[in-house]
């Protein structure tokens, strides 16, 4: 079968030469199975300077290595098996509803099994046109371990839109966490400066430092627990793994954090009420439609285990919720019952959650 036209195409750096041409795709194609991209190579999909050329060709700096694929095959695999929920899609934009344990994107040991391979499977032509160049329509991204609502684009116009968005913060955002230890204050921020550096392959977040940027989360108290508090956090910048390591930073870490957690609360958690996973889901998204300019707001309702682990908490001894919270980060509408961890795992489905409202760009 003729190959199509090039999907990819890369120029060899001088520090590159001499590398073999496999591992120089495999670096330059993380989102793909190494296993495709080796099939590839031995079928002479992959050319040099114009040419298919064999796994074992060294590489000259200045050279052009460009990636074709047959007919219906994408680099980032298509996987109907991947669970999520759609609740809007139009021909621009579609939003959608992570559970946890689904990682947003392929990476190291993960290139079959994220968000991103099930989306392609659903809108694998309009995505694989976008590429890495546009990080395949992602304009944001959920830990793996945070369950919620998501907006990826489906053209590169609405890509470029919703990112210039999220950079002058007119998305706006409110997560639902359950964090250790009882807050005596009704509402506050955390303003602390955020990173992350790598040790030993493995990302590390940073606070404070050289490598941090400026970061803002607002919080306020929903519900009070004994030795837990169930919060509304909205942050007002992007920074990876924000939340967690705030809350975290001011001695409040989120309830089942793996990571930054505090292993006894998150046992006695556990025990006290079968929490087996980090409590923190992204409940609210807001953004400004890239083709129509009116705001879209949506809202996702907690998954039954968090529900679930609400209900054996607030069973034994209940304390009493703030007196007078500040308003919600956005106004309260008709609630859409998505349950995202009731769908089939066979292939995405409409969701039966519903847009809140839409109102006019100002």
Not at 146 to 170: E, I, K, P
Not at 212 to 219: C, G, L
Not at 252 to 267: K, L, S
Request: aromatic letters at 4%.
């Amino acid at each position: 079968m003729e190959p199509a036209k090039p999907r990819r195409e890369f120029s060899v750096g001088r520090e590159e030469t001499g590398r073999i041409l496999s591992e120089f795709i495999l670096q330059r194609c993380p989102e793909a199975p190494a296993g495709f991209l080796n099939r590839l190579l031995r079928k002479g999909f992959i050319h040099v300077n114009g040419a298919p050329a064999l796994p074992g060709t060294l590489l000259s700096a200045g050279q052009r290595v460009a990636v074709t694929l047959p007919p219906g095959a994408f680099l980032v695999a298509p996987n109907r098996e991947v669970p999520f929920t759609i609740l809007h899609e139009d021909e621009h934009v579609a939003v959608v509803a992570k559970p946890a344990g689904v990682i947003t994107e392929p990476g190291i040991g993960h290139k079959l099994d994220t968000l991103l391979n099930g989306l392609m499977a659903r809108y694998g032509e309009a995505l694989d046109r976008l590429g890495p160049e546009h990080d395949f329509g992602l304009a944001h991204r959920l830990d793996k371990e945070t369950s919620g609502l998501l907006v990826v684009a489906r053209t590169a116009a609405a890509h470029s839109d919703l990112v210039a968005q999220f950079r002058r913060r007119a998305v706006e955002k409110q997560y639902v966490a359950l964090v250790s230890g009882r807050m005596e204050r009704d509402h506050g921020a955390v303003h602390a400066p955020l990173g992350r550096e790598r040790h030993g392959g493995r990302a590390v977040g940073l606070l404070d430092g050289g490598a941090t940027q400026p970061a803002t989360t607002t919080w306020r108290v929903i519900e009070r627990f004994a030795d837990a508090t169930l919060i509304a956090a909205s942050p007002k910048t992007g920074r990876w793994r924000q939340i967690r390591l705030h809350f975290q930073a001011i001695g409040h870490p989120v309830a089942g954090d793996p990571d930054h957690g505090d292993p006894e609360a998150n046992r006695r958690l556990s025990a006290q009420c079968g929490l087996e996973r980090m409590f923190l889901h992204a409940e609210r998204l807001s953004f400004i439609h890239p083709a129509t300019g009116r705001r879209m707001s949506f809202e996702l309702p907690l998954p039954k285990e968090l529900r679930a682990a609400l209900g054996r908490l607030r069973a034994p001894n209940r304390a009493p919720a703030p007196t007078a919270p500040p308003p919600r980060a956005t106004p309260r509408g008709r609630t859409g019952r998505v349950r995202p961890e009731r769908r089939a795992a066979t292939a995405p489905r409409r969701g039966r959650g519903r847009r809140r409202r839409e109102e006019g760009h100002r």
